[in-house]
């Protein structure tokens, strides 16, 4: 089910996040939003958490909700796949969008160590079984297969311990 949005206070938008983040490389264009929801609509993320909205997140930045987004775990979940970016009829960059929010999350000290920690792990982990299934699809050798089970096994044992 989605979840509740908060309400929205005038007082604690930042109105200059939108600049700040179109300073950033690859964020020029976030202005150029019209709000279409086609990035969404392609996105493997969203398909899997329905609350996690590229379009609904670009809105939030050019409204100023700096605070919100910044300390989102959401900034976190994007695969940097650049699917969004390639169907965006704006040629709005909203995977570059995302790389600038985790740094001004980092800079800004919104996202907290242990989670930076476990963050940057997951992302090794992505990799290494990306790259199993990569092979696999060059080489259809089935220890590949096995080595990203057992990678899948051994992160989830460690998840529940
Ligand atoms: S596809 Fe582009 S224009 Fe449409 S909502 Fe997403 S970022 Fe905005
Ligand atoms: S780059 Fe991120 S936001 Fe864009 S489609 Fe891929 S996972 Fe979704």
């Not at 150029?32 to 909205?53: L, Q």
């Not at 700096?66 to 979940?77: A, F, G, M, T």
Request: glycine share 4%; hydrophobic share 35%; aromatic share 8%.
């Amino acid at each position: 089910m989605p979840e509740e949005e908060p309400v929205v206070q005038v007082g604690d938008l930042d109105l200059r996040f939108a600049d700040e983040v179109a300073s950033q490389p690859g964020g020029e264009h976030i202005r150029r939003c019209f709000a279409c929801g086609t990035c969404a609509a392609g996105c493997p993320i969203t398909e899997v958490d329905p609350d996690y909205n590229p379009r609904k997140i670009v809105r939030q930045i050019l409204f100023g909700m700096r605070d919100e987004v910044l300390s989102s775990p959401r900034i976190w979940y994007c695969l940097v796949c650049y699917r969004c970016y390639a169907r965006c009829p704006q040629k709005v960059n909203f995977t570059d969008v995302m790389r600038a929010l985790r740094y001004l999350a980092i800079k800004g000290r919104h996202a907290p160590s242990d989670v930076l920690k476990r963050i940057e792990e997951l992302d090794r982990l992505a990799q290494s079984l990306r790259h199993n299934l990569v092979q696999y699809s060059f080489e259809k050798r089935s220890e590949l297969l096995d080595a990203f089970r057992n990678k899948v096994e051994e992160q989830l044992k460690g998840m529940s311990t």
